[in-house]
């Protein structure tokens, strides 16, 4: 069966250090990949999409890359901040189109 | 203004009761989604649609109809709830439903059922 996994569910950090996250799956050849972010109460918010042939995607603070042999995307917030608290979400489309998200890992950042 | 918008809310009812969650998108996406968020705030997929009709349909109770009056709206109707129907649901939307669209969501339902 298809599977996205988030190793883990909680990382706390302290202000100013490098958050790196982890989504790993089985069973999908995707052709590109996407993070998104999730406040309390709110809405995913999509952040980064990374194609296949693309081993590495930044914006502003974050670097996202993306492994097709391993099979993993690596997900980094480099001088993290408070702001950054959040629970971030990595997601994958099957070839019918069905976008499926991973469980997700919340991140806090202490100042 | 607000990209996807959903009411209500919240939402607590009792079981056995049929209650209705509305979605609009003003992006001029054509594809709209369905999606369910239990306590382990595991987000799956329900339903999609693209030009109102129904491309995506996931194992999901007859209980739980959508429906597409028009590409900008997309609504859901749940009979005869269960306790098991609690959860937050999240409307969203994509442009054409192709395979690198990122989606743009509401800010969600909390369904109680009680």
């Known amino acids: 069966s298809q599977k996205i996994e988030q190793n883990s569910e909680a990382l706390n950090i302290q202000e100013g250090k490098t958050a790196t996250l982890t989504c790993n799956y089985t069973?999908?050849?995707?052709?590109?990949l996407q993070w998104y972010r999730q406040d309390p109460g709110r809405g995913p918010v999509f952040l980064l999409l990374?194609?296949?042939?693309?081993k590495e995607k930044r914006k502003e603070r974050l670097k996202v890359t993306f492994d097709t042999t391993l099979k993993q995307s690596l997900f980094h917030i480099t001088a993290s901040q408070p702001a950054d608290s959040a629970t971030y979400l990595c997601?994958?489309?099957?070839?019918?189109?069905?976008?499926?998200f991973g469980a997700g890992t919340t991140v806090t950042v202490r100042a | 203004d607000t990209a996807v918008s959903q009411t209500p809310k919240y939402l607590v009812t009792q079981m056995g009761n049929d209650k209705s969650i509305k979605c609009e998108q003003n992006?001029?996406?054509?594809?709209m989604y369905w999606y369910k968020q239990d306590s382990k705030k595991f987000l799956k997929i329900m339903f999609s649609?693209?030009?109102?009709?129904?491309?995506i349909n996931e194992t999901v109770p007859n209980r739980f109809s959508p429906k597409s009056p028009d590409k900008a709206h997309l609504n859901l109707h749940i009979n005869s709830l269960e306790l098991g129907d609690s959860a937050v649901y999240f409307c969203?939307?994509?442009?054409?439903?192709?395979?690198?669209?990122?989606?743009?969501f509401g800010n969600g339902t909390r369904l109680t059922v009680t």
């Open positions: 969203a939307s994509s442009q054409q439903g192709g395979i690198n669209s990122p989606l743009h």
């Open positions: 069973n999908y050849s995707p052709a590109y």
């Open positions: 990374i194609r296949e042939n693309e």
């Open positions: 997601a994958l489309r099957s070839n019918d189109y069905k976008l499926s």
């Open positions: 992006l001029g996406h054509d594809t």
């Open positions: 649609y693209n030009n109102k009709e129904l491309i």
